[in-house]
Every structure is written in structure tokens, then in C-alpha cells.
């Protein structure tokens, strides 16, 4: 892993994210030119999800305390399994799924990646993909010069993976069900750790996303239901 000096990071909103993992303001300012140390892999880990944060959302903080300690079991199962293999970092790399639920404007986008700086600041490496579902179905489209099966298994081998927007277009065509059934199917048999959102009502799931589909994200995923309205109007 490459070291990160630490006034890479200068600029970054990453206090209160600090400050909610009881780690001291000054943590990540550690001059050790240890590329294996919690405190690079943290640094390396954040630059590579601050290039993913979309500007909009580049100080966002999880509220929601089951993202809280979604993180910190993805942390503890990374760590037991860095222990256990006598590897010189703690990766990410199995763990439960959540499925983020509220109307549009609620704040799912916002907790979602609140939730991936979070995580990126502990000193565990994480690695992810990030998509909308609709660019994640364009992306896919059979079209000259690309070879779609490797676009999808980029997706589908991500250690972590945001999927935002799940059936947000209604009924689901052949196409993006057969999408969304191959990739949710791999990662609930692997285990890959998943974050979804949707602004589907619990009970429009199976309407928007098909049987097959729903029943593996029932499994695989916790699901939070965001209450409230939406914050775009209020603003
Ligand atoms: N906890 C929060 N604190 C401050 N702003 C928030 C919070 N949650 C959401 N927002 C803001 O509210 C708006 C809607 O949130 P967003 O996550 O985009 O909604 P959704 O993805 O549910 O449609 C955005 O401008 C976002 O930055
Ligand atoms: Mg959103």
C-alpha cells in the first residue's frame, strides 16, 4: 500500500467523523511512513473514497445509529479476519447488507455515504463501487466496443458496493431485473457487503423489483426505514 502523507488530506471535512469514532483530531497527522500502519491505510482508504463522494454530499455524516454499527461490525469481522490470517492490514471484505428505505429527499443518499467516509477513517481498508442503479443499467447495455460482462463483474467482485436508486423507474424491464437478480444473487451468496436505497415503500418492493429479486434482499439485508419528509422542500 502506498503512503499517504498525511497533509494529503488536508481540506477534508473528516473531524466529526473522527470525533463519532472516539479517535482524536490528530489521529490521521501521524508521520510514521509506515505504509501498513491503522493510520495510512486510513489516509489511502479516505483519498479513494473522497474521489467517489460526489461534492454534494463531501461532508456528510451517518446519523442513523444502524449505519453506526453496521460499520462497526464491518470493522470487527475485517479486524478478527486480519488476526486470524496474519495479514499486515484489516480489509473489508464479507459482511451483512443494508437496504436504506424512505421517500425521496429523506436523506438515503446522505447516510449512505456519510456511512462510506465513516468507515474510511477507521484503518480498515475498504473498497468500493459506487452506482445509481439507472447509470449501473446504462453502464450494462450491450453496445459496440464494451465488453458489458466485464463492466459487470466490476460491480458484482466489489468489496463494497453503494447502489443508489434501487427501483426508483417502476416495474422492472427483463433487462434490469435479470441486472439487478445476477448481481444480487452473487453478493448474497458471497456475503459482499452491499448498501442499497430505495424510494420504494416496503410494500412496493416486490412491484418495483420482482419476486426473485426481493425475496435475496429480505435475506441479505437489514433494512432501515428513513421517517421523515423530504429536506430538499424544507430547504
Ligand atoms: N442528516 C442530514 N444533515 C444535513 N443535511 C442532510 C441530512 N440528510 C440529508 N440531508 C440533505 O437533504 C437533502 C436530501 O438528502 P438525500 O440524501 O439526497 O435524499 P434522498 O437520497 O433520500 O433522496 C440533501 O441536500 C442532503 O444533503
Ligand atoms: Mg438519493
Redesign the pocket.
Known sequence: MQYIPPNNLRGHDLASLLAARGLPADWLQVNDFDPHSPQNVARYTYSEVAALVPF??RSAVP?LPELRQWIDGLVVAAQDAQAERHSPIASVTHGPSLLLL?V????????AYGAMRELAVTGVRAQWRVTTAADLYAALRPRHGIDSEAEFRSYRDAPLLLVDDLGAEGKPSAFTEEVNFRLINYRYERQLPTLF?S?AAAGQLRERLGDRVTSRLREMCQRIAIKGTD??RAA
Open positions: 454534494h454530499y446519523t424512505g425521496t429527499g429523506v436523506g438515503k443518499t446522505y447516510e436505497t424510494n429536506r430538499r
